[in-house]
């Protein structure tokens, strides 16, 4: 049973910054990747921001320079610090991890949150 919480959404003007955090919690040995997505109304969910367990990153074009994704994995957190946001940076954001659930696990498991709404608008 493993859970992500999302926080730190909210209402900001164009130009503004967020702070988006994740905590997981559960049956978690350890975790391999950490990613943002986000879904806009009648759009699809869109990978935004990766972080691999070695700390690599990865970040989609419409968010290079504005966005920063960063990992604590003693306390089993992911965080995206957004910069510089635009009206088209608006919606729900979601948390995601691969991780092992044992020291005996083969395969990673997928564990999403449930989302944390972000509207930029003046």
């Known amino acids: 049973q493993v859970q992500l919480v999302e926080s730190g959404g909210g209402l900001v003007q164009p130009g503004g910054s967020l702070r988006l955090s994740c905590a997981a919690s559960?049956?978690?040995?350890?975790?391999?990747?950490m990613g943002w997505y986000r879904q806009a109304p009648a759009k699809q969910r869109e990978l935004v921001a990766t972080i691999s367990s070695g700390g690599s990153t990865y970040y989609v074009d419409s968010v290079k320079g504005r966005f920063t994704i960063s990992r604590d994995n003693a306390k089993k957190m992911v965080y995206l610090q957004m910069n510089s946001l635009k009206p088209e940076d608006t919606a729900i954001y979601y948390c995601?991890?691969?991780?092992?659930?044992?020291?005996?696990?083969?395969?990673?498991?997928?564990?999403w949150g449930q989302g944390t709404l972000v509207t930029v608008s003046s």
């Open positions: 995601k991890i691969s991780y092992w659930r044992s020291s005996y696990s083969i395969n990673t498991l997928d564990a």
């Open positions: 559960g049956s978690i040995v350890s975790i391999k990747d």
